[in-house]
């Protein structure tokens, strides 16, 4: 069991960071389609794969190709990367909370008393790898494996991983054509029960009494956002969708959850099993020619006017949230589940309409208050104790 207040709202406090992230997300989509009238969902998320393959894609092809660094060699290059990217900088932070606490007195790890030690261990571990470099300069090279090596690029499994993901955004961007936000906005919590039925097959994860009443209260908080969406009127929708349509909507929207659950649970796997920045650069290489793919062959970017300032600043806004999103999920990843992570967004539908309210002076009502407190107490009660890992 783990001890120290900090210890267990910290996690909850990196969730609400990346809820708002997706809820942003969101309502720049939003205004590119309804404002804007650009509705381009493979072109916009494959900007955010292609962001991704060259913030971590492009440093790992130098550095397994050094000769082609004309100028600077490849090693210059990636040490400038990593010092200077926002990763390193997420990373160590959360192994200084998680880590701290051994030496502090809490005895769990708990948040609390984060010093100086950690930083002398990194350095005298970086001193290390610099002097074993030295005696042996080919070390570097003999270290690369089929996770930094183009070749890996090219794998399958990736591409698999890359095609949930993608196919995920754009399922329930085609079931809000379809159906209702409340229908999409109940069925897409189905990705919770999924990813933890795939957590347990990959993982062997055993979850106890707390963590299914920690979902059910989620869901609970998530029940009153959706009777308040129904008070207010927000949920409902113009159009009136017949059954046949409703129920292709629908379908879409669970095979879009599934979609998600798949690839949130491959996420969790990657970022644990192999490493983040490999995730994203893979993810990005991937997503980036699959989005594209699709978004030549079914979209119409006639639709694009980068004369029109508003469709430039939503774009870039939008892009730019989602590769911040993607960073930080990555690392949240590394120390938590994927089912604490979907627990975690859930409140993303309530940042969004708490963020419409100041742009779009939608109403208000109160029951969101009581839905956003509810989630949080689910997700509180959830973390009390990870899930255990069959032996």
Not at 39 to 66: H, K, N
Not at 93 to 108: I, K, L, M, P
Not at 111 to 116: D, G, K, Q, R, V
Not at 301 to 316: D, E, H, L, R, T
């Amino acid at each position: 069991m783990y001890s120290g207040t900090l210890y267990k709202t910290f996690p909850i406090l990196c969730g609400q960071i990346l809820s708002p992230l997706l809820a942003l997300s969101g309502l720049f989509a939003q205004i590119l389609a309804q404002n804007v009238g650009v509705s381009l969902p493979f072109l916009q998320t494959g900007a955010v794969y292609f962001c991704l393959f060259i913030l971590f894609q492009v440093p790992r092809i130098f550095r397994y190709f050094p000769n082609t660094a004309s100028i600077r060699s490849a090693s210059e290059i990636n040490s400038d990367f990593e010092d200077a990217g926002c990763l390193k900088l997420i990373s160590k932070t959360y192994s200084r909370a998680y880590t701290a606490g051994e030496n502090s007195g809490f005895g769990d790890g708990t948040y609390l008393n984060i010093n100086s030690e950690e930083d002398e261990d990194e350095e005298e571990s970086e001193r290390e790898y610099e002097e074993e470099l030295a005696a042996d300069p080919g070390q570097a090279e003999r270290r690369s494996n089929e996770t930094n090596s183009p070749v890996n690029i090219l794998s399958f499994r990736f591409a698999l991983l890359a095609f949930f993901d993608v196919e995920a955004n754009a399922l329930v961007t085609f079931a809000y054509r379809y159906t209702t936000l409340t229908s999409v906005m109940i069925l897409d919590c189905f990705t919770i029960p999924f990813v933890m039925c795939l957590s347990v097959v990959f993982f062997g994860s055993v979850y106890c009494r707390l963590h299914f009443i920690g979902v059910l209260v989620c869901l609970l908080g998530l029940g009153i956002v959706v009777t308040s969406d129904a008070i207010t009127g927000r949920a409902g929708s113009e159009t009136t969708f017949d059954v046949p349509t409703r129920l292709l909507g629908d379908g879409a929207c669970i095979l879009g959850a599934v979609f998600y659950a798949i690839s949130n649970v491959c996420q969790e796997k990657v970022v644990k099993e192999i490493d983040k920045e490999t995730f994203l650069a893979m993810i990005g290489t991937w997503g980036a020619i699959l989005s594209l793919i699709q978004s030549l062959l079914f979209e119409d970017w006639s639709q694009i006017n980068w004369k029109n300032s508003s469709f430039v600043y939503s774009f870039i806004l939008y892009v730019v949230v989602l590769v911040a999103y993607y960073i930080m999920m990555s690392n949240f990843l590394v120390y938590h589940d994927a089912t604490f992570l979907n627990i975690s967004i859930l409140t993303s539908d309530v940042w969004g309409i708490a963020f419409g309210y100041f742009i779009f002076h939608e109403h208000l009502h109160w029951l969101y208050f009581i839905g956003f407190f509810t989630v949080i107490a689910g997700a509180i009660l959830y973390n009390r104790e990870p899930p255990k890992k069959r032996t």
